[in-house]
């Protein structure tokens, strides 16, 4: 039968554990304040991998020819931007 939908396996939730000790104990979110501060380009890399994104696209033939328009958007995890 297995574990329910959507639950983590023992090894996933063992290794995110560990992951979050490393984080806290390298000095947790100022420290990578100041990572990113002096390394924003592998900040970005790091971030650009992991944000959220999501692309819409529709098209439609006029004729013989497809038309096409693809919307993406960019979430920004910080609140203070979220909107704009």
Do not use: C, D
């Not at 039968?1 to 979050?20: D, W």
């Not at 000790?21 to 990578?32: C, D, I, K, M, N």
């Not at 944000?51 to 203070?80: C, L």
């Amino acid at each position: 039968m297995g574990r329910p939908k959507g639950a983590s396996n023992k090894s996933t939730k063992a290794v995110k554990e560990a992951l979050q000790e490393a984080f806290e104990g390298l000095g947790g979110v100022p420290s990578l304040i100041a990572w990113a501060k002096s390394e924003p380009t592998e900040f970005y890399k790091l971030w650009s991998k992991i944000m959220p994104t999501e692309v819409k696209a529709e098209v439609t033939n006029i004729g013989e020819s497809p038309v096409g328009k693809i919307q993406i958007e960019i979430i920004s995890a910080n609140p203070e931007h979220q909107g704009n």
